[in-house]
């Protein structure tokens, strides 16, 4: 009986044993993260504390030694790499995403940032095509708990944003072909095609409407670029970049009346911000139109040039008065470019 007793508690020690044992082995990566690796995770968090606080180079230091323990650490490096762009380390924010990228393909934000960094700081415009289109074509899992957590949107949105980066990056390759009238047009297309996939999974994004409109423009696409100004005017009415575009097309086109009421939706914007530089430019433009309005439609010159000039200074008054909130003005503008304005024509289609 003892020697039974015996075996029995030898053996559930060898159970304590084994069972510890395969816990050591099945959670081994983490025991050596959090406990081998310890100090590179302290590091890190340190590192984290001082990017918040803005100490950015004393958070290079931290997240350095960090990865020079534990150069696994997916967080650290993106941070490191991202502040290197503050500083303008184009070359090692480049290294850093890189190295992050090949240990973890899927890091869509990652991805994204070296592509803008590529494009807008390096003007690799190739590499950084090539890293969007790695973006969008990426596949991955969608995860949907009900009312805990679902990334579909998420991940919809970031490929929306490789999208436009992807617009941008063919938009700005294309100046460099400015003289080369196919391959310039080219470059634009494609531009256009992103911006449209961009907004296929965004539709509410007013930058990449604005910039189809644009695009379109450039290639002399002029009512579908009239058409996409208003769709853009409709997400966002109070920015006064596609009121004013709107309003250069439409002078192009000899749309005077047209073009002038954009000017002066522009002008009030920009007023209504406090520029009085760009504010008196675009009035100065007001003027100008009126009075090829006048000469193309042959009316008393006093008569319109006066009536003209009426709505400019009632238009400044308001504006200088403040008597409209941001929503008010908002309100107001959706319902000129709904009922009064050109898009009202160009909305139906």
Partial sequence: MKILKKLLKNFSVFLVLLGAVLIVYIFSDLIFKY?????????????????????????????????????????????????????????????????????????????????????????????????????????????????????????????????????????????????????????????????????????????????????????????????DYCKALLISPLDYEAHYNLAVLLRERRMFKQSFEEFKNAGSLIDYSGDTYRAAYVYGMLNEVSEMAIAEYGYEPENLYEKLNDEIEEHKSLTNARINTLDELEKKLINKIKKESICKEYLKN
Avoid: C, W
């Fill in 35 to 227: 406990v081998i690796n310890g100090k590179s995770f302290y590091l890190v968090s340190v590192g984290d504390r001082e990017y918040k606080k803005g100490n950015y180079s004393e958070a290079i230091e931290r997240y350095n030694e960090a990865l020079k323990l534990y150069p696994m650490h997916l967080k650290a490096r993106y941070n490191l790499a991202n502040l290197y762009v503050k500083f303008e380390d184009f070359e090692s924010a480049v290294k850093e995403y890189e190295k992050l990228l090949k240990n973890k393909p899927g890091y869509l934000n990652a991805r994204i940032n070296l592509g803008i960094v590529l494009a807008e700081e390096m003007l690799e415009f190739d590499r950084a095509i090539n890293q969007y289109q790695k973006v969008v074509e990426t596949r991955t899992r969608f995860i949907n708990i009900p009312f805990i957590y679902d990334n579909r949107e998420y991940i919809m949105k970031l490929k929306a944003v490789a999208y436009y980066n992807m617009g941008l990056a063919y938009r700005d390759k294309s100046m460099l072909y400015a003289e080369s009238s196919v391959k310039y047009r080219e470059l634009l297309s494609k531009a256009a095609e992103s911006y449209e996939k961009s907004l296929i999974l965004n539709p509410g994004n007013y930058s990449a409407r604005y910039n189809l409109a644009l695009t379109e423009h450039l290639m002399g696409l002029y009512s579908e670029a009239i058409t």
